[in-house]
């Protein structure tokens, strides 16, 4: 074989292995900035209401301006993680998602009996964390992710009320 | 020194031919969603641990934190009901039966993938704020220019733009069927 086309063929070869690699790190690496955004706010495991979503909204990709949104970046190194979900009137949910984009968990406002329903996060490792009777226990598959409340604002008139509502969602690390 | 500038040549050709072919793939993967449903697609591996790598840099790049088909099923349009790219030349007529679903929305976004840049402040219709003219039916007008009713701005989208469909808690036909559940058609009414 000749020289060129060996080069031709080690090329190609590189090619087609970073083609992979390069769409295997997109979700890792945009996900990663969407944690540090998100931790940015307000810090890691503490709870931040995003503002309503509007035109010049640019921190995630197709925002929904139908819906108010509420996160949490979350790192389990530190501990096990409490998450509250608040009952609603209209569609709501709170997601879970790894550091992958995978969304993991998910749970809406129609599993929520009482005031509330909270749910206990946990590192796939944790063995120690004591999940309450009436908390849900879920065990991520990565240390780092998000958590996202959605709760539907039906008209307009009614984001006020809305945003008193949401604020009632909760992240705290469990301490102990 | 010169099998040193051989070896430099290739990995830039390499790295080039390789970012190439990620925006082509992945690019279309995000309009082409695998399951084709008149103008929408969806996916029903959003979101999900079983999407393959394509599908999850897909997501990452044109729908970051969706939801996974259980609790969302998202249709998205970058053409209207004749196969004719969406552009903001044009106005369209949205129309058709309630989906299937516990609530719906249906929202405009640039090439971009964000919001349309401008301040008429009419993103979007939504099974709670659209105007009907009878029961589980509904339309929408998307047109740079203000409508009367149900209006969805695409003034300053450009072309393409997209519309997405969003489904909250879908009922069984969507599950079963998301290729043929009911969905609005897009028709192009007038062009500049």
């Known amino acids: 074989m000749s020289g060129f086309l060996k080069w031709i063929v080690w090329t190609v070869f590189a090619a087609v292995g970073l083609h992979f690699v390069l769409v295997w790190l997109v979700p890792y690496v945009l996900m990663g900035a969407v944690i540090i955004g998100a ?17 010049t909204s640019r921190t995630v990709v197709r925002p929904a301006p139908d819906l108010a949104y509420t996160t949490c970046a979350f790192d389990l190194r530190k501990g096990a993680l409490a998450v509250t979900m608040p009952k609603s009137e209209t569609y709501s949910s709170v997601s879970f998602f790894a550091d992958d984009t995978v969304n993991f968990f998910a749970l809406n406002d129609r599993a929520v009996e009482g005031d509330s329903q909270e749910i206990i996060l946990m590192r796939e490792s944790d063995r120690s964390t004591i999940v309450p009777p009436t908390a849900i226990g879920v065990r991520a598959p990565t240390t780092k992710g998000l958590v996202l409340f959605r709760r539907v604002i039906p008209f307009d008139d009614a984001w006020p009320a809305i945003d008193a509502e949401r604020r009632k969602a909760d ?6 | 020194m010169r099998k040193f500038a051989a070896i430099l040549a290739g990995l830039v050709v390499a790295a080039v031919l390789a970012i ?6 992945v690019g279309i993967g995000i309009r082409d969603r695998g399951i084709d449903n008149g103008p929408w697609s969806t996916s029903l ?58 609530w719906w929305s249906m929202t405009i976004y640039a090439l971009d993938n964000y919001l349309v840049r401008n301040d008429d402040n009419r993103p979007s219709v939504a099974q709670t704020t659209v105007t009907r003219t009878r029961p589980g039916h509904f339309h929408a007008v998307v047109s740079p220019k203000a409508q009367p009713v149900n209006w969805i ?11 997405t469909l969003r489904l909250y808690n879908p009922g069984a036909s969507v599950y079963s069927a998301p290729d043929s559940t009911p969905l609005p058609s897009i028709k192009k009414e007038t062009c500049k």
């Open chain 1, 39 to 55: 931790s940015q706010q307000n810090g890691v495991n503490e709870i931040y209401q995003a503002p309503k979503v509007d035109q």
């Open chain 1, 171 to 176: 992240c705290r690390l469990i301490q102990g």
């Open chain 2, 20 to 25: 190439a072919s990620v925006v082509v793939t």
């Open chain 2, 45 to 102: 591996t959003v979101g999900s641990a079983d999407a393959d790598m394509y599908t999850k840099a897909a997501v990452a790049i044109g729908g970051l934190l969706a939801l996974s088909k259980e609790e969302t099923i998202y249709y998205t349009a970058f053409q209207d009901s004749d196969g004719d790219t969406l552009t903001e030349d044009c106005t369209y007529r949205v129309e058709g039966p309630d989906p299937d679903t516990r």
């Open chain 2, 153 to 163: 701005s695409s003034r300053n989208a450009g072309s393409p733009f997209s519309l």
